[in-house]
């Protein structure tokens, strides 16, 4: 069991009669009840497991399979379950002071378009086009590397060449053990399922891909390949699980700003990750009053459901710390520093905008300080070019805390200036916060692959190639505006953002760049130029400031599978998917 927290999720409220001072009481009257019990368990609540493995198959045959499926819906896991369990687990780890006390084994499904096509009739109401296209089809649009005909290149499951992926069961526990006993109950079904009277039937399924994912070991806990704490930055979800008007699914942790969960943590509409419910409103003046309209796939029974991004991301862990070390010589500087610069955060959380020369492993592990923080606005110099551990809130309009290139900061610019605040104005800062929370997702990943010996300050090789990365899993309700839209329009666009970037040029140069760790060059067909520059800031060893555009030649974040899926509510699970 680790010892390190779990982020992957809001903290849940502690259960009626267990009240603490970390929760404060504010009513919700005009937030929806979420139907829990018919929303699967990974999408509001989490798995938040040590052990995940994703099961791919290909329907061969739809009659037999809804029978074989309709078999398993039982061991589907709801988000009354899921989050039942996560507020008994993290009561009892802080009254003990470990885990262990409790465990549980999850499973929750989702299915491709192609995969629907065969179990109903209206599957193309989806209004999601990408959704429809999926992944493999997309692949081009994202930059990822294709071949002159657009088929992405070195993919090993959710590709034309790799077998089909009709469904995806994603399986989670807090022990290998018993995580290996659930794919085996699954597996031996497929493969020798009988019906209830003993009768030997086809399950009408194909096994096509099966990965583990695992939560790395101790001292990397929590943390990617790379050595950086994962999963910090989750949205705040407004709405209640049942009639008590306490009983939030995002407990509200900031007495200054009844508008977020914990401190800098905004709460968004429900609609915007869960069909069925409100969403933002992107016209809306002001993140506070963003209320929109109910959030709809197309179909009625596609209510309480979501969509499932996954993207098999290989790390290339060496030629990563190598490129971080040889430019910390340049720089006469720490490799810990670079990368500091390029992610927004250290190893251990905190963010570079509140502590911007040095890691703070106090700070990162606080989960009520770790977020509080915004982009747009200025604290004062403290003497030198920056200032450690300022008080919140903390800013950076500048970038120089925080380039405007940095990982966390690409894919989540809070309140910077965006082409959605509409240009110079006084409303501009507000209407980009407004828009820029249209565009967020609710991350379920997990680390694949062997732990790698390299560091940032000692690189190094494996002896011989080993596949280790980021199982991506995201839910939402636009796949177009939410997943594509961060990866296209902000982490591959070397400009975004020329509106926060203006003003604060360098010898006449907006600070820009890709994001130099998920964002890719537009250059993806074979022999393209790989090439992405970015700039960065900080401060040497002696105390001096440094600003420098960097050349990074090769990609160390590999797309190597995926897929766009849907993941339907237990009732259409029941009523349609099965029928």
Known sequence: MTQQIIREAPAPEPLEGQQTNSFFYVPAPNEPILNVNNIQGNIL???NKDYQALLFLEIENPNAFKHWLKSQINFIATASEVIAFNRLFKSARQRRGREGTVKATWVNVAFSFEGLKKLTNDADSFKDESFKAGLAARAADLNDPVDKNGKPIGWVVGGPDNGKVDVVFIIASDERADLL??????????????????????????ITFLEEGANL??????HEHFGNL????????????????KDLLTPRQNPENKNQGKPGQDLLWPGEFVFGYEGQKDDAETLEHSKGQVVSAGLHWAND???????????????????LNDIAADLDTDARKVSAKLIGRWPSGAPTVRTPEEDAPSL???????????????????????????????????????PFIAHTRKTYPRNDKTPGGGGPGPQEIDRSEVTTQTHRLLRRGIPYGPVSPSTPNNPLQDANFVDRGLHFLAYQTSIVEQFEFVTRFWANNPDFSEEAAKGHEFEGKLTLGHDPIIGQSENNKPNGDRTRKFFIHLEDDQNQPQTKELTAPEDWVIPTGGGYFFAPSISALKDVLTK
Request: charged share 30%; hydrophobic share 30%.
């Open 364 to 402: 990162g592990n606080d989960d009520n300080a770790n977020n509080d923080f915004e982009f747009n606005g200025d604290d004062p110099p403290d003497g030198k070019f920056f200032k450690n551990d300022v008080v919140p809130p903390s800013k950076d309009a500048t970038g120089l805390r925080c």
């Open 217 to 222: 070991p101790a001292p990397l806990s929590g």
């Open 181 to 206: 006993a659930e794919i085996s109950r699954i597996l031996e079904s497929i493969v020798a399922f009988t019906d209830g009277k003993g009768n030997a039937k086809s399950s009408g399924a194909r």
């Open 45 to 47: 609540g989490g798995f």
């Open 305 to 323: 459901g979501s969509y499932l991004v996954f993207r098999r991301l290989r790390q290339d862990v060496y030629k990563f710390h190598k490129f």
């Open 230 to 245: 994962d999963g910090i930055s989750q949205p705040g979800i407004r709405g209640r699980v049942a009639d008590n008007p």
